[in-house]
T-cell receptor, first 114, second 114 residues
Framework: DTGVSQDPRHKITKRGQNVTFRCDPI?????LYWYRQTLGQGPEFLTY????????KSRLLSDRFSAERPKGSFSTLEIQRTEQGDSAMYLC????????????FGPGTRLLVL | AQSVTQPDIHITVSEGASLELRCNYS??????LFWYVQSPGQGLQLLLK??????LVQGIKGFEAEFKRSQSSFNLRKPSVHWSDAAEYFC????????????FGTGTRLTVIP
């Protein structure tokens, strides 16, 4: 069990650029979640997958945000035309669906939009 | 609507002193309850969780929490704080059915003084 990994750990970009983050979940976990955490706040849910199906995406912050999990393993979160307000920590978590579910978090990707 | 309240933004305790971090929630039914800890610039580490059964749950690093249904509370305690406990602590609730995304409080920052 190597835990949840995220790449990159840090990303600096200019406003208007597109960015993509990757998350690799714990290998046997079938659920994968994305959260955003701004300074001084708790994580805020964005979207989640069960296997390759995206079951909830209404919380994605705008249509500039999209996520994929094409083979039910790793996932990517893309932000198009970044804005300064997108600066935040983006956290990924994974879990095993069913019963008492526990989410395990990765180290996060810190995004700074200049 | 779901919400989690952590009324203490910042707490300072002396090393060796006892600690209690407060958490109150508003939810339609009894949720799953969690405490996570976050060190600066890092992801979230699970401290403990409550699903059912004994309302006093034990976690890692000597932490415990008590679920009180009548007060909608899930306070975190530790009898003797260590300097390494300095971090941000988040209480979270999750649904027992359907999408299991977590709702987080705004966190309590713990400072430990020697």
């Amino acid at each position: 069990d190597t835990g949840v990994s995220q790449d990159p750990r840090h990303k600096i970009t200019k406003r208007g650029q597109n960015v993509t983050f990757r998350c690799d979940p714990i290998s046997e976990h079938n659920r994968l979640y994305w959260y955003r955490q701004t300074l001084g706040q708790g994580p805020e849910f964005l979207t989640y997958f069960q296997n390759e199906a995206q079951l909830e995406k209404s919380r994605l912050l705008s249509d500039r945000f999209s996520a994929e999990r094409p083979k039910g393993s790793f996932s990517t979160l893309e932000i198009q035309r970044t804005e300064q307000g997108d600066s935040a920590m983006y956290l990924c978590a994974s879990s095993l669906a069913g019963g008492a579910e526990t989410q395990y978090f990765g180290p996060g990707t810190r995004l700074l939009v200049l | 609507a779901q919400s989690v309240t952590q009324p203490d933004i910042h707490i300072t305790v002396s090393e060796g002193a006892s600690l209690e971090l407060r958490c109150n929630y508003s939810y339609g039914a009894t949720p799953y309850l969690f405490w996570y800890v976050q060190s600066p610039g890092q992801g979230l580490q699970l401290l403990l969780k409550y699903f059912s059964g004994d309302t006093l749950v034990q976690g890692i690093k000597g932490f415990e929490a008590e679920f009180k249904r009548s007060q909608s509370s899930f306070n975190l305690r530790k009898p003797s704080v260590h300097w390494s406990d300095a971090a941000e602590y988040f209480c979270a609730v999750g649904a027992r059915t359907g999408a299991n995304n977590l709702f987080f409080g705004t966190g309590t920052r713990l400072t430990v003084i020697p």
